[in-house]
């Protein structure tokens, strides 16, 4: 499986960015699978904002779920993320698959940065 993660790079405080992660190698409707956005400012650890299983369902980042919604086309093989950032951040496009109940296969895209400036 295959990521890659794509945005608009510069936003002011203001505004929402959205960003999009093409898949490829794989489908964002296999069972078993879950999709998610990662970020990690400069100088700090990562943090999750959220994911999106196979069919659907959304879960989020309780600091961050008023400002941030997933979606998804699944036409494009595609999944996609809109957020208010208010902090400058690599975003992280990534995918896990359970392979059983002990293990997992893990894929990250090569991240996006999105700059907050005014």
């Known amino acids: 499986v295959q990521l890659q993660e794509s945005g608009p790079g510069l936003v002011k405080p203001s505004q929402s960015v959205s960003l999009t992660c093409t898949v490829s190698g794989g489908s964002i409707t296999t069972a078993y699978t879950y999709w998610a956005w990662i970020r990690q400012p400069p100088g700090k650890g990562p943090e999750w904002i959220a994911h999106?299983?196979?069919?659907g369902d959304t879960y989020y980042n309780p600091s961050l779920r008023s400002r941030a919604s997933l979606s998804r086309d699944t036409t494009k093989n595609q999944f996609a993320l809109r957020l208010k950032p208010e902090d400058t951040a690599v975003y992280y496009c990534?995918?896990?698959?359970?392979?059983?109940?002990?293990?997992?296969?893990?894929?990250w895209g090569q991240g996006t940065q999105v700059t907050v400036s005014s």
């Open positions: 999106m299983f196979a069919n």
């Open positions: 990534n995918a896990i698959e359970v392979l059983t109940d002990t293990s997992f296969s893990a894929h």
